[in-house]
């Protein structure tokens, strides 16, 4: 059975940082790529990164360029998500998500539960 | 960027009865990259349709996928109480972005 299973969410004051991880069970880990999408509080999806099976390639939507850095343990089969300078508007709860390819190019197959992230003085 | 617009807003129908959802496209998309995605309270979503008409693995047959260029439509046929949900449309021709959703809710 697929499994996603986020963690490392949580409270944290705007312009600080926060590590999100997703552990993966139940496939070949290194055939696809793991995305990152998010959901503000009441709101709608928005598609927020993606790594490749190797690890090799990343990918980032505009609104996180530059803060926020995906990465990839294999032998752990995890991904990660290290958020900085983080602000109000990315509260939201990030799910991990499975992906055919990497890029944006491709539909999310499986979904992990999800992990709140609070960006609040 | 490519914006997406569901509509209706929410639709209220009863068990048995069919539902058909609209997703309409800013600019011509690709119909292998548009997929539909159901989202119940609390729950991560769920990959339906991708490819615009390909069910995912395990999706009752009760869940069609159609459209090309810029207007989609999900139906579902004879709604089970399960089928009361959130749906979203996702293009990802160019870049990847989400509708805003439709609710079916228990008339």
């Known amino acids: 059975e697929v499994q996603l299973v986020e963690s490392g969410g949580g409270l944290v004051k705007p312009g600080g940082s926060l590590r999100l991880a997703c552990a993966a069970s139940?496939?070949?880990?290194?055939?696809?790529?793991i995305n990152w999408v998010r959901q503000a509080p009441g709101k709608g999806l928005e598609w927020v990164s993606s790594?490749?099976?190797?690890?090799?390639?990343?990918f980032y939507a505009d609104s996180v360029k530059g803060r926020f850095t995906i990465s990839r343990d294999n032998a752990k089969k995890s991904v990660y998500l290290q958020m900085n300078s983080l602000r109000v508007e990315d509260t939201a709860v990030y799910y991990c998500?499975?992906?055919?390819?990497?890029?944006?190019?491709?539909?999310?197959?499986?979904w992990g539960q999800g992990s709140l992230v609070t960006v609040s003085s | 960027e490519i914006v997406l617009t569901q509509s209706p807003g929410t639709l209220s129908l009863s068990p048995g009865e069919s539902a058909t959802l609209f997703c309409r496209a800013s600019q011509s998309i690709s119909s292998s990259y548009l997929a539909w995605y159901q989202q119940k309270p609390g729950q991560a979503p769920r990959l339906l349709i991708s490819g615009t008409s390909s069910r995912a693995t395990g999706i009752a047959d009760r869940f069609s996928g159609s459209g090309s260029g810029t207007e989609f439509t999900l139906t579902i046929s004879r709604l089970e109480p399960e089928d009361f949900a959130v749906y979203y449309c996702h293009q990802y021709d160019s870049s990847s972005t989400f509708g805003q959703g439709t609710k079916v809710e228990i008339k």
């Open positions: 998500a499975r992906a055919p390819v990497a890029g944006t190019h491709t539909h999310f197959d499986y």
């Open positions: 139940g496939f070949s880990f290194t055939s696809y790529s």
């Open positions: 790594v490749s099976g190797s690890g090799s390639y990343v």
